[in-house]
């Protein structure tokens, strides 16, 4: 049965974010959902001492700064969408057949509340049905046991895993045999991480919250933090106020970006708020390369002008291929950076200027730049532009990636990954005394193809929602009903519950909300936030899903199944000790992986322990040649044919990912629905469209034409050419093979497309 339509309604953006309303907007989440007593005392914890991470986005805790309940209109939303008192169990299965659930909106799955008990599908029925943990598991051990090759099981992670059972889940793998741990950071950040390690020596930024403090110039590309990271706003700000620069890089002219009022400060409910950005590039969708080449062209362009400009010693001593750079960007003229980049040659003079009046410069960035197909090319462009003034290493100046999920960093530092370093499967092999296997395992896109030829046939996800996250959901969909076995440990009902797999199982799991209690006493666990500081979150609400477990307990719970439990197995691997007292997960965390000394001893001193980091404490590079590398990109193709439109797809200000709250994203002003192309005004007229007209968009990239009916026009302030829907329900448009170069990561915001008028199709 489908969901009742909402009305929808299209208004001006907003040109202020935060501020009073997103005051009443969290009040009416925590509320709303938890209950007053639960969703007031949930937002009191979160992000606090002795309280729980946040699971609304991994931006870091200004504990300088610290307020009681640091105000997020977001983060509230995640955490009372998790903490709702709404439950689901058998009687909700027996009452939902999957044909019934396959027609409902994730957003209707989502609210229905915390799976709260076990359940399987058994092969031919069109129902889930309980079923005991005990049962699950040994079900469980018997798929994986009855496979030809370890290879044939995928083992997926969505980053709000905690370290503890991300180190356990990735031990698991390994022992069984395989390398086949895709993870959300796949289909995220991966592009980063590639160029980064190739150009730096070191996946992970550079900066640390402090050099936000120093910094005399921010440049903010591809981000939109008023939605995705407001906790950022409040850092910009204080940036701001004390005479910082801000460089807005993006096709849209974000909210947050624009003006910011600060829930935090009594003048944030009654004035206009801070201006933020202090210049802002619209930016072609993709023309990031172009305008980093531009930048990077006129501050070698003013060195030779007046000197002084490159930081010479660096590059000489700390870096290598300046010179092939250099050649490149003489050879680059300044009407194609124009032409592919979209922004104006003063405009970019004059980011260039502000770059070369700041002694430090910090460059932020996120999906904007890392889901196109040259991804790789948009982030090392940016090491490149840091480099030519030494921006790298030295306070108040460096990259600075902002991930995505909570934990997703932390679950790479434990070893989530396909292509695990040596170092890292020798530690493993000498602390547990086994031989975890070398070759590559299969990232998220190849696990898609795998499961579609048939090659690999267990699929288990430690959180997330694979089958509406991932790219093609009609080719990934076929893939994951293919398999012998899915298994999903999950908070919440999603889209990839219905998607099941001969058998299947859900494992309903606690969240970060939730308190922890085992045999030993109550469990915390630790994240690591994206400036590699680890601290411990502990849940605290009695969890209103009875019959869910930890997913360090889950884990443990697979492998006790699977392995034995003989006392033999059990002094190398102690899974059921791992289980009952995290403190032991930690001691073995410890000596495995770099960076954790007396783990548990410092995160009980201090709170927290920050990893170290080569180039921000050293300057130090680990590449091959221990020097930093310029890299010379292609510039991006300039623009499109005619009648074609080269579409990003992006986040509401009411979606977490796949899950989405509510049909509207009042900073861009939409209300009630989801289904809208942003597209420029002259690109509408010109097309013989109006606003409010319904079309089909249409992809062609792959070869094969895929459509998506039934979206409204809205003429925005968006670059000719360029087009914004929301993700995931565009997703049906990207093929599976449209992908970055490098990182394998999906070009989601890179996605060629035409459109056709429904009154054409209808006639
Ligand atoms: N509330 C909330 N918080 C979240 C999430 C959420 O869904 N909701 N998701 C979490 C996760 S997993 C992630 S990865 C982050 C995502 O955080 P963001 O990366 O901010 O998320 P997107 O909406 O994908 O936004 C991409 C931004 O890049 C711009 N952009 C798109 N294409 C280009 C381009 O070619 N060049 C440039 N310069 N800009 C471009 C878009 O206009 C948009 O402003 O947020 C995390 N936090
Ligand atoms: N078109 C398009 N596609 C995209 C993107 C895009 O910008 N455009 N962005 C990509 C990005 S950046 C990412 S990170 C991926 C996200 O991909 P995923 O991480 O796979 O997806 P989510 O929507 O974050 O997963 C939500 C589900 O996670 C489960 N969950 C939540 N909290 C917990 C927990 O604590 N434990 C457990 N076990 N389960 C939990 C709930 O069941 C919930 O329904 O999507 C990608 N897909
Ligand atoms: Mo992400």
Known sequence: MPDKPDTARIRQPHDSAAGARAVVETLRHAVGKAGLGRGIGALLRVNQPGGFDCPGCAWPEDSAHRKRAEFCENGAKAVADEATRKTIGADFFARHTLTDLADRSGRWLNEQGRLAEPVVRRPGSDRYEPIGWDDAFALIARELGALESPDEAVFYTSGRTSNEAAFLYQLLARQFGTNNLPDSSNLCHESSGVAMTAAIGSGKGTVSLADFDRADAIFICGQNPGSN????????????????????????????????????????????????ADLHLPVNVNG???????????????????????????IETRTR??????????????????????????????????????DSTICCWAMGLTQHPNAVGNVQSIVNFLMLRGNLGRPG?????????????????????????????????????????????????????????????????????????????????????????TVQVSTKLNRSHVVAGETALILPALGRTDLDTTSAGEQFVTCENSMGVVSASRGRLPPAAQDAR???????????????????????????????????????IERVVPGFDRFNERL?????????????????????????????????????PAGRYLMMTIRSHDQFNTTVYSNSDRYRGIFGTRRVLFINPDDVRAAGLAAGDEVTLVSESGGEERTAPGFRIVPYEIPAGCVASYYPETNALIPLGHVAAGSNTPAYKSVVIRLVSSAAVSR
Not at 401 to 414: A, E, L, Y
Not at 427 to 433: I, K, P, S, V, W
Not at 563 to 573: E, L, M, Q
Request: charged share 25%; glycine share 10%.
């Open 229 to 276: 990271h407001p906790r950022m706003l409040a850092t910009l700000q204080a940036a701001h106020r004390r005479g910082a620069k801000i460089v807005s890089i993006n096709p849209l002219r974000e909210t947050g970006l624009r003006r910011y009022r600060n829930p935090q400060e009594v003048s944030g409910y009654v004035s206009a708020g801070t201006p933020l």
């Open 288 to 314: 990031d390369v172009a305008l980093l080449k531009g930048l990077s062209k006129a501050l070698i362009e003013a060195d030779a002008a007046d000197g002084g400009v490159l930081d010479r010693e660096f």
């Open 321 to 358: 291929g300046f010179g092939a750079f250099r050649d490149d960007l003489d050879r680059t003229e300044w009407p194609d950076i124009v032409a592919a980049s979209g922004v104006a040659e003063a405009a970019i003079r004059q980011a260039a200027r502000i770059a070369i009046e700041a």
């Open 397 to 485: 100046a460096g990259a600075c990636p902002v991930r995505g999920h909570s934990n997703v960093q932390g679950d790479r530092t434990m070893g989530i990954t396909d292509h695990p370093s040596a170092e890292h499967l020798e530690a493993l092999d000498r602390e547990f005394g086994m031989r975890a296997p070398t070759a590559p395992g299969l990232n998220a896109v190849d696990a898609i193809r795998a499961m579609g030829a048939g090659k690999a046939r267990v699929f288990i996800a430690l959180g997330g929602n694979f089958a509406a996250a991932t790219p093609d959901p009609g080719f990934t969909e076929a893939a994951l009903r293919r398999c012998r076995l």
């Open 550 to 588: 930890s997913e360090v307990a889950i884990v443990a719970g697979i492998a006790t199944a699977l392995f034995g439990d003989t006392r033999d197995h059990a002094a190398r691997v102690p899974w059921r000790d791992f289980a009952e007292d995290y403190g032991r997960i930690r001691n073995r």
């Open 604 to 640: 009980e001193r201090e709170g927290s322990i920050t990893l170290p980091h080569a180039v921000r404490d050293r300057r130090e590079f680990a590449t091959a040649s221990g020097r930093a590398t310029f890299s010379v990109h292609p510039l991006p193709p300039a623009a499109l």
